[in-house]
């Protein structure tokens, strides 16, 4: 019997139906809103005890009541529940536009993982780096040696990557221009050419031209003639080890920083996506259609 006369009592702590805590709790809001109806009397706090009176009832409806615990205690629950799968579930189907949108922008494999970051300088890094963090780097370089250098803004450059300013007594002339290319060949005699013609029309007399596969027999000959110094991969690399140690870590990390390797748009500046067409596959702007922007791939050809 006495097992009995425990299991309506178990079975009611276990369905949220308590003993004496829902009196409690009624009377509790009873009193509640009688104070409320006499600051109610003057007129002023009508509004406020009409208000919170509906909130009271409000909560009340949230919370479910309150629910005794196996102590003796009284806890307040809301009813509202956090949806859970079950086990093996797999959750709602794709529809239509799921599927169209997964075939538009597909999920990377979960195999594929980003390649350890560098820890070295290495004519790998150089090779591997996407052709704007090139540039980038370039003009990090010549600050680290002291050097007031900037960048141009994407698009049409005009054949100058980087601007130098080297004259102390007049710090806004320009002293010399840089051209750079991460190519996936050596630069042949063509670009540099058009770099001379760059140095006649910004009057400058010295040129910097950097490419991490280098150069052209011809190109290095047409050079060596109209006071354009050439930086191949080789060179530049030991420019990079020759500097102080927390100069060079610092171009390290600033070179490596987030992706490096996945090529920038060089019409609007936004991340490139790898494309096949009948020709093989090619870098594609991610904004497509809205920029059109193309690069080939690095090695193809």
Request: hydrophobic share 40%.
């Amino acid at each position: 019997m006495a097992g009995r006369d425990r299991e309506p009592h178990e079975a009611g702590r276990k369905g949220g139906a308590p003993g004496g805590a829902p009196v409690l709790f009624v009377l509790g809001g009873l009193v509640a809103a009688a104070v409320l109806a006499v600051l109610a009397i003057s007129g002023a706090y009508l509004a406020v005890a009409v208000v919170t009176l509906t909130l009271l009832l409000f909560a009340a409806v949230l919370t479910g009541g309150p629910r005794e615990t196996q102590d003796g205690g009284v806890e307040i629950t809301t009813s509202r529940r956090e949806p859970t799968a079950s086990p093996g579930s797999r959750g709602p189907e794709p529809d239509e536009l799921d599927r169209a949108l997964a075939s538009v922008y597909p999920s990377p494999p979960l195999s594929e993982t980003r390649p350890p970051r560098p820890t070295v300088w290495s004519a790998e890094v150089l090779d591997r780096m996407e052709w704007k963090r090139f540039e980038d780097l370039c003009c990090a370089f010549y600050r680290e040696k002291g050097i007031r250098a900037e960048t141009t803004r994407l698009g049409a450059d005009g054949g100058v990557d980087v601007r130098l300013f080297q004259d102390d007594a007049d710090p806004a002339r320009l002293t010399a221009i840089v051209q750079c290319k991460a190519h996936s060949r050596q630069v042949g005699v063509k670009p540099v050419r058009e770099l001379r013609g760059v140095m006649a029309h910004e009057k400058v007399e010295k040129a910097f031209f950097m490419a991490p596969r280098g150069f052209t027999d011809e190109a290095r000959a047409f050079a060596a003639e109209n006071r354009i110094t050439l930086l191949d991969g080789k060179l530049f690399l030991a420019m990079l080890q020759r500097l102080p140690a927390e100069s060079a870590q610092r171009l390290l990390d600033f070179a490596t920083a987030g992706d490096w390797t996945t090529p920038t748009c060089p019409s609007c500046g936004a991340p490139m996506t790898a494309r096949k067409g009948q020709r093989g596959a090619f870098w594609g702007c991610s904004t497509y259609p809205r920029c059109r922007g193309l690069l080939p791939m690095r090695g193809a050809g």
